[in-house]
């Protein structure tokens, strides 16, 4: 079992950058792949990035690539979202989740274990 806390959301202009952080309980975080989510006012919760174990693969949603990075330091037990470029879309709580695989990685359905999330408003 792996607990997850989720830290760095705030409000920030468009243009700008946060970076969140994921920090894992347990000493079992390097077997867990790491999803980022988020969910806006009256959405679904939408998949935003996925790292595997070895952060040899990565997924991203289409909206983020090329201003989002993920990132894991299994040292630390802590997984990172670098979000730049931000805009006032990417608004939205965001939630990192854990499971054993990347099988079905954007299926939030599919995951066992979730952070509280952080609150990350853009204004425009």
């Known amino acids: 079992q792996v607990q997850l806390v989720e830290s760095g959301g705030g409000l920030v202009q468009a243009g700008g950058s946060l970076r969140l952080s994921c920090a894992a309980s347990g000493r079992t975080f390097s077997r867990y792949a790491i999803t980022w989510f988020r969910q806006a006012p009256g959405k679904e919760r939408e998949f935003v990035a996925a790292?595997?174990?070895?952060?040899?693969?990565?997924y991203y949603t289409d909206s983020v690539k090329g201003r989002f990075t993920i990132s894991r330091d299994n040292t630390k037990n802590t997984a990172y979202l670098q979000m730049n470029s931000l805009n006032p879309v990417d608004t939205a709580v965001y939630y990192c989740?854990?499971?054993?695989?990347?099988?079905?990685?954007?299926?939030?359905?599919?995951?066992?274990?979730w952070g509280q999330g952080t609150q990350v408003t853009v204004s425009s």
């Open positions: 790292i595997g174990w070895s952060a040899g693969t990565i």
């Open positions: 989740t854990a499971k054993t695989s990347l099988l079905y990685y954007s299926d939030p359905a599919k995951y066992d274990y």
